[in-house]
C-alpha cells in the first residue's frame, strides 16, 4: 500500500462534502470544487470489500476527515474503549486530515441508541465530557474537533451557554471545535435566540471545520417552529448567509456540505459545494 | 430537577412512557413534542437501518408488515454495538418467534440470508484459490487443509431458500420448488452472490472450514449425504471463489 503520511497533515480551507457511495464514479470523474470528503467512521469499520476499496482509492485524491458518530463522548460513562479500538485502528491506516466527534451521547449501557442525545451543561458534566476528550486525543494520538449539536430542547438544569461550554472544554483540553452552522440555525430557532449572537460568542479561533447542510421545518405543541436536523434537503439561504456572516469574521475554513437522507444525484450536491465555494471565494 | 442519561433512555423507544420532567422548551415549559423528535429519530433510523439490511424479508412480507415488526424489534432489540451495519443478528430468532408469522416458516432462514449477504460484503478481503494449485500428486490432495475465503457463507435450509431469494430478486424466475436448498454466499469481487449448493456441499464445506483436511472433509460430506459428489462440490467452490489460496504470502 502507498504511504500517503503527510499527504494532507490538516483539511483544506476549502469545499468538502459528505461522502454517500453513490458518488464514487462521478466524484472520481467531476469533483468540481470539492478537495474533501468526509466520512462517517462506523461505516467504515468492517474487515474489507467495497467500502474500504473506495475509502483507499478516495484517500489517495481526497483529503479525508473522518468524523464519528458512535463515540458517546457526552455520555455518563467512558467511552467504550473497543469503540475506541476500532477508530485507532482506522485513523491509523488512513492516515486522514481530521478526525471529529460531537457533543452528544449515543450509548448508554450495553445499548447504542444510533442518534445523537443531547445533554445538560453543568460543572460536572463540563469536567466529564473533558475528560473523555483527554481519553479519545491520548487514544488517538491527535488533536480532535468536538462539534454543536442541534438541540429541539434544554434542560432546566443547564448553568452553561452552549458556546462558553465549548470555548471552556477547548481550553481545557486543547481540542478544536467543528461548528455546524446548520445546528446553530436550528437550536437558535428552536430555543428562541438569535444565530448570530451565537456565532459571534463562539470562539471561532478554535473552529478547524464547519458544517452546513438542510433540515425540515415542523412545529412543537404550542404551534411555534421546530427545525429538524434531517440532512435531507439543500441549505437554506438564511443558513448561507450565517455562514458568510460566520466566516467574515473567522476567514476561510474547510466547509462541509452535508447530504444524508435522500440523497441526491451528484450535479446537485457539486452545486451545494459551488455554492460554498463561492462564499469562500468571493468574486473580486 | 436534573435528568439522568436512564431517564432520558427509558421513554426513547417506549412512546407511552412520559416525557422526562426537567426538559424544556425556550419558555421553561414542558418539552412535550420536542422530545419526541428524538423518539422518532432513534426508531425510523433502526427501522431504516433493518429495512436496508433485510431487503429479502421486507419484500416477502411487504412494507407494512416489515414496519410494524421493526418497531417491536427495535425496542426488544435495540442495537449493542455502534457498527450498524451488523445491527440486526437476533432478526431471524426474533421472526421465527411471532406467532402470527407461523404460516410462513421460512422467513427466519430468508433473514439469515439477508444476514449472511451483508456479512460477506463486509468480510475481508482475500485471495481465492487459483485451481492450478490443486495440480498435486493425489495422495497430497487427500491431506491437504482448504480454508473458506474470508467472505464465503454457507446456510443450510430445509426450505426453497435458494428459489425464494431468486424468485423475489429476479424478474420471471422460476417459482420455489417444495425441496430443502443449502446456499453458498460468495464474493467474487465486491457483490455478494447466492449460489445453489449440490447435496452434501455444505457438510462438506463447513467440515473445511473446521479445519478438516481434503480426505476427511470428503468422508464427512458422505456421511452427511450419501451421494456426495466431491468434484462437483469442488468446481462449485472454485467457479465462484469460495476457496482461499493456499499461499502463506496473502499481501494483496
Redesign the interface.
Known amino acids: 500500500m502507498l504511504d500517503t503520511s503527510g499527504r494532507y497533515d490538516h483539511l483544506p480551507d476549502a469545499p468538502g462534502v459528505g461522502y454517500k457511495p453513490q458518488h464514487f464514479t462521478d466524484l472520481m470523474r467531476d469533483p468540481g470544487p470539492v478537495a474533501w470528503l468526509e466520512i462517517h467512521a ?2 467504515y ?9 473506495q475509502l483507499r482509492a478516495l484517500s489517495e485524491i481526497f483529503a479525508i476527515s473522518v468524523h464519528g ?3 458517546s463522548i457526552g ?2 460513562a467512558r467511552p ?1 474503549p473497543d ?1 475506541l479500538a ?1 477508530l485507532r485502528h482506522l485513523t491509523g491506516w488512513l492516515k486522514p486530515s481530521s478526525f471529529s466527534e460531537h457533543l452528544a ?4 449501557g ?6 445523537l ?2 445533554l ?1 451543561y453543568t460543572g460536572a458534566t463540563l469536567t466529564r465530557v473533558a475528560a473523555h476528550i483527554d481519553e479519545v486525543q491520548s487514544a488517538l494520538g491527535c488533536r480532535m474537533l468536538l462539534e454543536n449539536p442541534s438541540s ?6 443547564s448553568t452553561w451557554s452552549e458556546t462558553d461550554f465549548l470555548k471552556e472544554l477547548a481550553k481545557r483540553t486543547g481540542c478544536g471545535l467543528l461548528l455546524d452552522i446548520n445546528n446553530v440555525f436550528i437550536s437558535a430557532t ?4 438569535s444565530p448570530r449572537e451565537y456565532i459571534d460568542a463562539f470562539p471561532l479561533d478554535a473552529v478547524g471545520e464547519m458544517h452546513v447542510g438542510g433540515h425540515d421545518e ?5 404551534g ?1 417552529p ?1 427545525l ?1 436536523d434531517s440532512h435531507a434537503k439543500p441549505v437554506v439561504d438564511p443558513v448561507w448567509a450565517l455562514l458568510r456572516h460566520t466566516l467574515a469574521a473567522s476567514g476561510p475554513k474547510p466547509v462541509l456540505v452535508e447530504w444524508d437522507n435522500d440523497v441526491p444525484d451528484w450535479p446537485v450536491l457539486r452545486d451545494e459545494a459551488r455554492r460554498a465555494s463561492d462564499i469562500l471565494q468571493p468574486a473580486e | ?6 431517564q ?2 427509558e421513554a ?1 423507544l417506549d412512546p407511552d412512557a412520559p416525557v422526562p420532567a ?8 414542558p ?5 419526541s ?2 423518539r422518532n ?2 426508531t425510523v ?2 427501522c431504516q ?1 433493518l429495512a436496508t439490511a433485510f431487503p429479502l424479508v421486507a419484500k416477502l412480507l411487504g412494507p407494512e408488515n416489515f414496519a410494524g415488526l421493526s418497531k417491536l424489534y427495535v425496542r426488544q432489540h ?8 451488523f445491527y440486526g443478528t437476533e432478526f431471524p430468532e426474533f421472526l421465527g418467534g411471532i406467532a402470527s408469522l407461523a404460516h410462513l416458516g421460512y422467513l427466519p432462514d430468508c433473514a439469515r440470508l439477508d444476514l449472511a449477504l451483508r456479512q460477506s ?6 485471495v481465492a484459490l487459483d485451481p492450478a494449485e490443486l495440480q498435486m500428486d493425489p495422495a497430497l490432495l487427500a491431506g491437504l487443509r482448504l480454508a473458506p475465503a ?2 464465503t457463507r454457507v446456510l443450510r435450509s430445509s426450505w426453497p431458500l435458494f428459489d425464494l431469494w431468486r424468485y423475489n430478486t429476479e424478474a420471471g424466475a422460476p417459482k420455489p420448488r417444495a425441496v430443502a436448498q443449502d446456499v453458498l454466499i460468495t ?1 467474487p469481487e ?2 455478494p452472490v447466492p449460489v445453489l449448493l449440490p447435496a452434501g456441499a455444505a457438510a462438506w464445506l463447513d467440515a473445511l472450514a473446521r479445519g478438516m483436511t481434503l480426505g476427511e472433509a470428503n468422508d464427512a460430506a458422505l456421511r452427511d449425504t450419501a451421494d456426495f459428489d466431491l468434484s462437483a462440490a469442488l468446481s462449485t467452490a472454485l467457479q465462484t471463489k469460495s476457496l482461499s489460496t493456499l499461499k502463506k504470502d496473502k499481501t494483496l
Open positions: 462506523e461505516n469499520m468492517g474487515d474489507g470489500g467495497r467500502p474500504l476499496a458518530v458512535g463515540l455520555g455518563e467504550d469503540h476500532r451521547w449515543s450509548t448508554h450495553a445499548e447504542f441508541m444510533n442518534d442525545l443531547p445538560p429541539y430542547l434544554a434542560f432546566a438544569e428552536n430555543l428562541g435566540y415542523d412545529k412543537d405543541d404550542d411555534g421546530l429538524i | 430537577m436534573t435528568v439522568t442519561e436512564a432520558f433512555r426513547l426537567g426538559l424544556v422548551s425556550a419558555t421553561g415549559a418539552a412535550g413534542a420536542r422530545y423528535v428524538y429519530n432513534v433510523s433502526l437501518a435495540p442495537p449493542t454495538s455502534q457498527l450498524m451495519m460484503y463486509h468480510a475481508a478481503d482475500g474470508p467472505a464474493r465486491f457483490d
